[in-house]
């Protein structure tokens, strides 16, 4: 069992509302990811980090941010949510890029905006 | 483009039964190809890794094969059980990025019948 975890794991939240989604890992992996996952769709990168203060953005593009102070600490906000924001958010860490890294999944956050 | 598709979409199969699940990819340059199982509500975790020169893994009941000419991965679970019901996504990473950048299939929804 991975230790990477996810805050809250749902969440139903009105539009316009500021939202932060936790994702915390005690592996001390550097580098973090943030997916974007619709039911019955593949899983879609939004954001990565390759450490503290680094991050990108990922393939598809999305409203939402994020930010990297602690190593450990990966959190992901949206300013104004909106009903297209409803989805299932993954977060994911690994020890290090590259094609033989094992990517450890949390949980996930099932955001449904009304 | 690279894409990886899989099939069926779906499958019902009753317990102690065997099955096979199929992936086609073209992501290329490859670098390796992951079986992912995620339950319900859950983020996935690996059941297997293959890289170029591997045909075939095995996990316990799950064993994995890969033909890299073809472009072709199945995974094959043998005996199934009431908790195998999940979904199983083929994940294919390449080698042209210092990313590692992976490639989700949108997964086989596998329920088991007591």
């Known amino acids: 069992e991975a230790d990477i975890y996810q805050t809250p794991r749902y969440l139903v939240i009105g539009t316009g509302k500021k939202i932060t989604l936790e994702c915390s890992q005690t592996?001390?992996?550097?580098?973090m990811y943030w997916y974007q996952q619709d039911p019955g769709m593949e899983l879609h990168l939004i954001h990565y980090?390759?450490?503290?203060?680094?991050?990108e953005k990922g393939d598809l593009s999305s409203e939402s941010t994020v930010s990297r102070i602690r190593t450990e600490h990966f959190p992901l906000t949206l300013e104004s949510a909106r009903p297209s924001h409803t989805s299932q958010y993954l977060c994911?860490?690994?020890?290090?890029?590259?094609?033989?890294?094992?990517?450890?999944f949390g949980p996930g956050t099932r955001l449904t905006v009304t | 483009k690279n894409q990886v598709e899989q099939s069926p979409q779906s499958l019902i199969i009753l317990e102690g039964k065997n099955c096979t699940l199929q992936?086609?990819?073209?992501?290329?340059?490859?670098?390796?190809l992951r079986w992912y199982k995620q339950d319900t509500g859950r983020g996935p975790v690996s059941l297997t890794i293959?890289?170029?020169?591997?045909n075939t893994k095995s996990n316990g009941r799950y064993t994995a094969t890969l033909d890299a000419d073809t472009k072709q991965s199945s995974l094959h679970i043998t005996a199934s059980q009431l908790s195998d019901s999940a979904s199983y996504i083929c994940?294919?990473?390449?080698?042209?990025?210092?990313?590692?950048?992976?490639?989700f299939g949108r997964g086989t929804q596998l329920t088991v019948w007591p």
């Open positions: 994911a860490s690994s020890e290090d890029f590259g094609r033989a890294n094992e990517q450890y």
């Open positions: 592996m001390g992996h550097d580098k």
């Open positions: 980090s390759y450490g503290v203060n680094s991050t």
């Open positions: 992936c086609n990819y073209t992501v290329s340059p490859f670098s390796n």
């Open positions: 293959m890289t170029f020169s591997e």
């Open positions: 994940v294919v990473s390449d080698r042209g990025s210092t990313l590692g950048r992976l490639y």
